[in-house]
């Protein structure tokens, strides 16, 4: 789980630069007047009559078929309780962009200044030729049950709780596999439920739905056991009151198969586990810490299946598994309800979708060799692409199938691509890198920590548990950066490389050895180590840090110099290069070389593509690489378009299993429909490239750095290719934000180097840990 505790460091999240965290982007051209006059007055008159003489056409001509409603009055907020509408609108802005980055669903967020079911639902209901969908947040129980109830009976478009329905759809997944595994039946398995909020109700609910049976489930509340003797019991526990002589939840969970937990942290104890049935399953989904610890649940019973809402551990019972897909799909045949059919599906979908074999994406997101389904994976992974198409499209059938639907999809196959390309790819990499390098983080050296910005990402991917930082600089400065900013970088290993003279004369030694034929003397070795970016490339090259980063108030040169002295080259590698990952709207696309090669020779371009191409594929992505140019496949002749056209004459004729192609301009490398109309016979004909070679440091650096201000995109990078050991270079000046981004690609390139060292490496090292 992400570790958040600074609390400044989540305000100015929020606040920084416009606040809040979501905005409304135009979809349509708005640069003329023309533009204008169509999108107002006196254009918009058009659809305005059409949607008049036929309703329904309010989809075709407005975003109501994409847009849902995230609706709160704020009474239960997380765990913060009844704080109100405004308090509780940060979270319905994020629920907004979960909807988004996981869906492309557009939202906006609600929240409305009353506690009155009558008035909530009068107000949601008038809101409904807005939306396409409307989904509940955050309202405490009892009242929560009452107003869906009533929106969903008053209302022809679906409506969803997710407090209620999410945790329910997505545990329910879990169980039925777990089951599965446990070899344990539906309506055989006894269920203890501790909680009795809306989460709770409506698990049991969907329990009942998918085959257990209600006289098989015990109902723990605050009180104990909820027994249909108790007096004053409301209609909603009532439901699920239990008739059997049992009072606390000790005794409730002797014998019992299933634990859902959906109340608060450390409330069952190690016996209360060792005295459930064979081959118990216990979902502790109490956030942050569940009922019972992780480690103590699984050393307490080894025949144990065990899910919580944690991210740090197997099995998270997550709603993000669910709610973007069920919207989705509800959206996309223009559901008029989202009901019983529609949610099974989801569940049934989510659970199957754990039992088919995982992409290479979702392994390398989660640094396994090979996720498979079993006790450790019971529910597919949040970074798992594939619950876009498998969940969105279940639901979309259920709906068509039990008659909710306005809209019938006939060609499924389309409706998956459409599915595909709605997410583009420009967060979704940074989401999987991240995750990859969380699972298995590295020593990470920081040659310039006696700098705010350095201390602060370096703070940020030790809380987030991306990489081990390792400060380089005096000791009284960088403590006291610390100190007057309010940093919290305990336990940190702060290194002044001139205290460390035993250190620093073993790395002389070794940077002399090698230097000595190329005019380096033992003294100048020795005052070269005084350089933190010698002392920093010495501790990776001695294995005492497993990378480096740098360059943050030093230019390129006199950052990439000591690295190429003291580690030098991969074996093979006849010279480094810079690439950029820059993050568009249709996804990552690579440039280089950006950084180093001011004018490469065509030889040396079919060695920068070879770099190029090979880096770009540990990022699990198959490299399509245009070579630019002025000049499309010889319409043009001159110095530049002739070494471009020699480079991938070259490449084609020794490394044809590569897919390459060029001399082309950069607008047919990246339109593909212009390409195939002109240039049919190109290799790239199939797909926009990905990888952009430019002919010289000049133009390659002029189109990243325009990308990066005109259009927007971010610009992960420079990643220095080529090193024997990873030495990565932040741009002068970066931001926080730019320097992390730098750190979790140093940490993905150590483990990548690693794999490809030793590839039994990941697999035995789970194996020690089982």
Do not use: W
């Given at each position: 789980m992400t570790k958040i505790n600074r609390k400044q460091d989540a305000l100015d999240y929020h606040s920084q630069g416009r606040p809040g965290k979501i905005?409304?982007?135009?979809?349509?051209?708005?640069?003329?007047?023309?533009?204008?006059?169509?999108?107002?007055?006196?254009?918009?008159?058009?659809?305005?009559?059409?949607i008049a003489d036929n309703t329904e056409d309010v989809y075709k001509y407005t975003a109501k078929g994409n847009l849902v409603a995230v609706i709160s009055n704020g009474t239960a907020v997380l765990g913060l309780g009844n704080i109100g509408p405004e308090a509780g609108k940060p979270v319905m802005e994020g629920k907004g962009l979960l909807f988004k980055i996981f869906a492309d669903i557009d939202v906006f967020d609600l929240e409305l200044d009353t506690t009155n079911v009558d008035d909530f639902v009068k107000i949601v209901k008038a809101l409904e030729p807005t939306f396409g969908g409307v989904n509940l947040e955050d309202i405490k129980a009892p009242e929560c049950f009452e107003i869906e109830r009533r929106l969903k009976e008053e209302m022809t478009i679906p409506v969803m709780h997710d407090d209620q329905h999410g945790t329910a759809i997505i545990s329910?997944?879990?169980?039925?596999?777990?089951?599965?595994?446990?070899?344990?039946?539906?309506?055989?398995?006894?269920?203890?439920?501790?909680?009795?909020?809306?989460?709770?109700?409506s698990c049991s609910r969907l329990y009942v739905s998918l085959g257990a049976r209600k006289e098989n489930i015990v109902m723990c509340d605050r009180s104990g056991v909820i027994r249909d003797t108790r007096e004053n019991l409301d209609a909603i526990k009532a439901e699920f009151a239990t008739s059997r002589k049992l009072d606390t939840l000790a005794e409730a969970m002797k014998d019992s198969d299933v634990f859902i937990g959906l109340s608060s942290a450390n409330c069952v104890t190690e016996d209360m586990l060792k005295s459930m049935a064979k081959n118990p399953i216990v979902f502790a989904m109490a956030n942050p810490d569940p009922e019972i610890a992780y480690e103590l649940a699984l050393n307490s019973r080894k025949d144990i299946i065990m899910a919580t809402g944690r991210s740090d551990y197997p099995n998270q019972v997550n709603n993000v598994l669910g709610f973007p897909y069920i919207f989705r799909g509800a959206l996309d045949v223009r559901a008029t309800a989202i009901n019983e059919p529609m949610k099974i599906a989801a569940v049934r979908a989510i659970a199957e979708l754990a039992k088919k074999p995982v992409p290479e994406a979702v392994n390398m997101a989660y640094n396994e060799r090979n996720i498979k389904f079993g006790k450790d994976y019971i529910i597919p992974k949040p970074m798992d692409l594939r619950l876009m198409t498998n969940v969105s499209a279940a639901v979309a059938k259920a709906a068509i199938e039990s008659g909710v639907a306005r809209k019938v999809i006939k060609d499924w196959d389309a409706?998956?691509?459409?599915?595909?390309?709605?997410?583009?790819g420009d967060d979704a990499i940074m989401r999987a890198i991240t995750n990859k390098a969380k699972s298995d983080p590295k020593r990470v050296v920081f040659a310039e920590a006696d700098n705010y910005k350095i201390l602060k990402a370096a703070q940020i991917v030790k809380d987030e548990n991306i990489a081990i930082p390792i400060l380089l600089g005096n000791k009284?400065?960088?403590?006291?950066?610390?100190?007057?900013?309010?940093?919290?970088?305990?336990?940190?290993?702060?290194?002044?490389?001139?205290?460390?003279?035993?250190?620093?004369?073993?790395?002389a030694n070794s940077l002399y050895e090698k230097r000595q034929r190329r005019g380096v003397t033992l003294i100048e070795a020795t005052k070269f180590l005084r350089d933190r970016n010698y002392f920093g490339a010495?501790?990776?090259?001695?294995?005492?840090?497993?990378?480096?980063?740098?360059?943050?108030?030093?230019?390129?040169?006199?950052?990439?110099?000591?690295?190429?002295?003291?580690?030098?080259?991969?074996?093979?590698?006849?010279?480094?290069?810079?690439?950029?990952?820059?993050?568009?709207?249709?996804?990552?696309?690579?440039?280089?070389?950006?950084?180093v090669n001011v004018d490469p020779t065509a030889e040396e371009l079919v060695d920068l593509t070879l770099l190029l191409e090979r880096s770009v594929s540990k990022f699990n992505i198959q490299p399509r690489v245009a070579l630019l140019s002025y000049s499309n496949f010889g319409s043009n002749e001159g110095i530049v378009p002739e070494k471009v056209r020699k480079a991938v004459k070259i490449l084609h004729e020794k490394y044809p299993q590569i897919m390459v192609d060029g001399e082309m301009q950069g607008n047919f490398a990246i339109n593909n429909e212009m390409l195939k109309d002109n240039f049919p016979f190109s290799r790239l004909v199939g797909?926009?490239?990905?990888?952009?070679?430019?002919?010289?440091?000049?133009?390659?650096?002029?189109?990243?750095?325009?990308?990066?201000?005109?259009?927007?995109?971010?610009?992960?990078?420079?990643?220095?290719?080529?090193?024997?050991?990873?030495?990565?270079?932040?741009?002068?000046?970066?931001?926080?934000?730019?320097?992390?981004?730098?750190v979790t690609i140093a940490v993905l390139d150590v483990q990548a180097k690693e794999q490809e060292a030793n590839p039994k490496k990941g697999l035995l090292k789970r194996i020690s840990k089982k």
């Open positions: 905005q409304v982007i135009p979809t349509k051209p708005t640069n003329s007047q023309r533009d204008l006059a169509l999108a107002y007055s006196p254009g918009v008159a058009e659809p305005c009559l059409k329910a997944a879990a169980l039925l596999n777990a089951c599965e595994l446990q070899k344990k039946k539906m309506d055989k398995i006894k269920i203890v439920v501790n909680g009795a909020g809306a989460a709770a109700i409706y998956a691509e459409e599915l595909k390309h709605r997410l583009g009284e400065v960088i403590k006291k950066i610390i100190e007057d900013n309010a940093l919290e970088l305990e336990g940190v290993t702060i290194i002044d490389p001139f205290e460390e003279q035993q250190r620093m004369a073993k790395y010495s501790m990776v090259e001695f294995g005492e840090a497993d990378a480096m980063i740098s360059g943050l108030t030093k230019n390129y040169v006199s950052t990439i110099k000591p690295a190429l002295q003291v580690i030098g080259t991969e074996e093979g590698v006849n010279r480094v290069a810079g690439m950029y990952m820059m993050m568009t709207k249709k996804g990552p696309v690579f440039f280089g070389d950006t950084t797909g926009p490239a990905n990888t952009l070679v430019f002919p010289n440091l000049e133009s390659g650096n002029i189109a990243y750095k325009l990308l990066q201000e005109l259009g927007e995109a971010e610009a992960v990078g420079p990643i220095l290719l080529g090193l024997k050991k990873p030495v990565h270079i932040v741009q002068l000046g970066s931001s926080v934000r730019e320097i992390v981004n730098m």
